[in-house]
């Protein structure tokens, strides 16, 4: 079984800083592209970031200069540092990332979602 955590959430001021990680686990042959993706109250998921196997990132206008995303990939692990939050940014933050996960003598492609992690910005 394949599985992604995250860890990181929590509650900052406006301005702050936090650092959100995500880490996959299981039967993984390969990991290829990894997302966030968040959702606040009332609102539709939206991609924030993703990036390749190969470090090629891209960010939401919204977080651009604001939030990077890296990966560390002997970790199975990414990351998403978000600096000069703003309130805007509340929201859970999702993980997503396109596996191949080994069964057996089977390669399986899988989507994988991890639970979500809160991240709430107030005074």
């Known amino acids: 079984q394949v599985q992604l955590v995250e860890s990181g959430g929590g509650l900052v001021q406006p301005g702050g800083s936090l650092r959100l990680s995500c880490a996959a686990s299981g039967t993984i042959f390969s990991i290829n592209d990894m997302r966030w993706y968040r959702q606040a109250p009332g609102k539709e998921r939206e991609l924030v970031a993703r990036i390749t196997s190969g470090d090629f990132t891209a960010h939401a206008d919204s977080v651009k200069g604001r939030f990077t995303m890296s990966r560390h990939n002997a970790k199975n692990t990414v990351y998403l540092q978000m600096n000069s939050l703003e309130p805007e940014d509340t929201a859970v933050y999702y993980c997503?990332?396109?596996?191949?996960?080994?069964?057996?003598?089977?390669?399986?492609?899988?989507?994988?979602w991890g639970q979500g992690t809160l991240v709430t910005v107030s005074s």
């Open positions: 997503n990332a396109d596996i191949v996960a080994q069964d057996g003598v089977y390669r399986r492609y899988l989507e994988v």
